[in-house]
């Protein structure tokens, strides 16, 4: 059975950084698209960025030209790079096939806070 694994959140000032990992075990993520998502105080999870097994990245016009995804087939794990954050970007954020395919069973998830 596939098992997600997010880790790398925590808490950072306004305009700092982070990088979020998402491992997966059970199965070759080489061969799945990938998003992340998150999932903020009092709303619904929503679509972050995605990526193709080839490395073509989509992003939510919210996070674009801050965030960047990539993923390491070798290591089976995706990574979500966070630059110039913002406390709108405070959330639960999740690891998942991206929303055209069946999503796996989601992980915990890892806290990211930004605030001042």
């Known amino acids: 059975q596939v098992r997600l694994v997010e880790s790398g959140g925590g808490f950072v000032q306004p305009g700092g950084s982070l990088k979020l990992s998402c491992a997966l075990s059970?199965?070759?993520?080489?061969?799945?698209?990938m998003a992340w998502y998150r999932q903020g105080p009092g709303k619904q999870r929503e679509l972050v960025a995605e990526?193709?097994?080839?490395?073509?990245?989509n992003y939510a016009t919210s996070v674009k030209g801050r965030f960047t995804i990539s993923r390491d087939n070798t290591k089976n794990t995706v990574y979500l790079e966070m630059d110039s954050l913002k406390a709108e970007d405070t959330a639960v954020y999740y690891c998942?096939?991206?929303?055209?395919?069946?999503?796996?069973?989601w992980g915990q998830g890892t806290q990211v806070t930004v605030s001042s």
């Open positions: 990526i193709s097994p080839g490395s073509n990245s």
């Open positions: 998942n096939r991206a929303p055209t395919f069946q999503t796996f069973t």
């Open positions: 059970g199965g070759r993520l080489g061969l799945s698209s």
